[in-house]
Nanobody, 114 residues
Framework: QVQLVESGGDLVQPGGSLRLSCAAS????????MGWYRQAPGKQRELVAT???????NYAEPVKGRFTISRDIAKNTVDLQMNSLEPEDTAVYFC????????WGQGTPVTVSS
């Protein structure tokens, strides 16, 4: 079992930055893959970024160069630093983990608007 709790979602102006954090209920070193997905209104959930225990990072094309995924093994957290935010980044952001099966957090809303 893995429980995931996200935090950090907020309203931010275009061009601004935001940092999301996901706290896992177990050591993230034992979790195969962790990452972030997002779901905009009326759209399907899509990949944002993932990270493995070995540190391999994968990013979706729309966020490359703007978002950075990182992890803190001591705190069992995975963070998503989001810079140069655009209105198209508006979505509910979900933390994800794969450990024998898929696990999801409850989501944290991010709104990019002036």
């Amino acid at each position: 079992q893995v429980q995931l709790v996200e935090s950090g979602g907020d309203l931010v102006q275009p061009g601004g930055s935001l940092r999301l954090s996901c706290a896992a209920s177990r050591s993230i070193n034992n979790i195969n893959v962790m990452g972030w997905y997002r779901q905009a209104p009326g759209k399907q959930r899509e990949l944002v970024a993932t990270i493995t225990p070995g540190g391999y990072r994968n990013y979706a094309e729309p966020v490359k160069g703007r978002f950075t995924i990182s992890r803190d093994i001591a705190k069992n957290t995975v963070d998503l630093q989001m810079n140069s935010l655009e209105p198209e980044d508006t979505a509910v952001y979900f933390c994800y983990a794969f450990y024998l099966k898929n696990y999801w957090g409850q989501g944290t809303p991010v709104t990019v608007s002036s």
